[in-house]
Structure formats: C-alpha cells, structure tokens
C-alpha cells in the first residue's frame, strides 16, 4: 500500500506540462513560465517566460530553451486559483 503514494521526479514532471513552473538555474537566475516540453537531459523549453534577477523581473521572452545542466531544480508554481 506505500508503494502507491510512491511518485518519481518523472511523475512529477508529467503532471506540469502545459502549467506554469519556476526554474532555478545554478547561478541563482529564476525562471517563470509555460513548461512546454523537457527531456531526460532537463533541457528545458518554456513559453511566455520571464526572467527574474535577484528577485526583479529583468526581461520577458516569448519562448526560451535552458539546457539541462544548468538547471538546479524545477518547481510547480501555484495557480491563482487554488486559494
């Protein structure tokens, strides 16, 4: 019965296609956006995305592609939704 609360990072994945994430790069720049699509590398594509510097918002792209080994982690961010 534990194994079915059992959920790899895969799982996880699967389930923000299509949502908005935040993605943390290893030199500690953030990224907002549409996760589009990602492989097993972790090379990232995102949509409408928004660059965040020390905590300011520092440009906007429309699509964006972040090779995986500068990825230190992927995040789900909350809907506005779900108060």
């Known amino acids: 019965m534990a194994d079915e609360n059992k959920r790899t990072p895969s799982d996880f994945l699967s389930t ?4 908005h ?3 943390k790069l290893n030199s500690g720049i953030n990224y907002r956006g549409v996760l589009a699509c990602l492989d097993g590398y972790m090379n990232i594509a995102l ?11 520092k440009n ?3 699509d964006t592609f972040i090779r995986g080994n500068n990825v ?3 995040s789900a961010e909350k ?3 779900a108060s």
């Open 16 to 19: 923000v296609i299509g949502q």
């Open 60 to 62: 906007r792209y429309g």
């Open 79 to 81: 809907s506005a939704d």
């Open 21 to 23: 994430v935040l993605v």
């Open 47 to 57: 949509e409408n995305t928004e660059e965040y510097v020390d905590g300011r918002l």
């Open 72 to 74: 230190l982690y992927i």
